[in-house]
């Protein structure tokens, strides 16, 4: 038994980077020597942020397309593959891909066994829609030898149905490699809600959330950081981060989420009323004889 719950013990990295838009080689080339940062540090499970390899802030779709890569021969999956390979380690990380005539918001799950999976961003944000297709790939979770992986990208963490679709389908943690944008209005200890949203949907659906945000200045849209790893309670394990370029880390037992355990009383997945909506999330007012007197 302390064998099983030791393999369910896994060091999650979450990589803060400033990413140059367009500079394809260098962004790569920063991202493989932060995985072996962490990799030294011990993580086995490594979140870049979103587009990491191309920038995000595109002037047009044809420099959109440009930066894309098709998964089959991109240069930053055989990168990460072999940092993958080399370390022993998982990386999640945001593309630009291109598939055929479309372009996707995408993120790639890598192993030492190759590419896992991949996930396209299902809910697309202000220009976003310019460039991109929605994604139509739903919402998998990745089995992988060190645990059940989820991943959602940016605004995707705006609906909560992407993380209790995830939690239903038994995932530990859900990555989240993402490009928060400053809000100049709010607190300078906040500057997103990104955190809160990442905090609230650990809490409310007992698992792990690994959130990467960039830093810097791309254009004229400006990236917080801010980035953190909460635990199942929905208390950061590291982070928020600050706005400076660093790599945060936090110890994630998976087994709490399988125990699926809040108190002696209550559990975050039974307490559920699957009799009132299905697994997931379907609801039908018509089930149900509602008056009001």
Not at 77 to 93: E, L, T
Not at 129 to 157: A, K, Q, S
Not at 160 to 173: F, K, M, S, V, W
Not at 238 to 257: L, S, W
Request: net charge negative; hydrophobic share 40%.
């Amino acid at each position: 038994m302390e064998n099983k719950k030791k393999k369910l013990d896994v060091k999650v990295a979450c990589l803060q980077m400033d990413v140059k838009i367009g500079d394809i080689a260098a962004n790569i080339s920063k991202s493989v020597r932060m995985i072996n940062e962490a990799a030294d540090n011990g993580a086995k499970l490594i979140v870049l942020p979103e587009m990491a390899n191309s920038g995000y802030n595109f002037d047009n779709k044809e420099e959109a397309i440009q930066l894309a890569e098709n998964l089959k021969d991109s240069e930053s999956v055989k990168a990460w593959y072999k940092a993958a390979c080399d370390r022993n380690v998982y990386i999640v990380s945001g593309i630009t891909e291109i598939d055929g005539a479309d372009l996707y918001n995408t993120a790639v799950l890598i192993g030492p066994e190759g590419l896992i999976g991949k996930y396209r961003k299902l809910h697309l944000w202000e220009e976003e829609f310019l460039w991109f297709e929605p994604g139509n790939l739903g919402l998998p979770v990745f089995h992988t030898p060190i645990g059940r992986i989820g991943i959602v990208i940016c605004y995707d963490m705006w609906f909560p149905e992407t993380y209790r679709i995830l939690a239903a389908q038994g995932a530990d943690i859900v990555c989240v490699p993402t490009n928060w944008v400053t809000i100049d209005s709010l607190p300078d200890n906040m500057k997103n809600f990104g955190p809160v949203l990442a905090m609230a949907a650990a809490h409310s659906n007992g698992i792990y959330v690994a959130a990467a945000d960039r830093v810097g200045i791309e254009r004229d849209m400006e990236f917080p950081g801010k980035s953190l790893i909460v635990r199942t309670a929905g208390i950061p394990i590291a982070g928020p981060a600050d706005d400076t370029e660093q790599i945060i880390y936090g110890n994630c037992n998976f087994a709490k989420v399988r125990a699926h355990g809040i108190n002696k009383y209550n559990s975050s997945k039974n307490d559920r009323r699957l009799d009132l909506y299905d697994e997931f999330l379907g609801y039908d007012p018509l089930n149900f004889n509602y008056k009001i007197n």
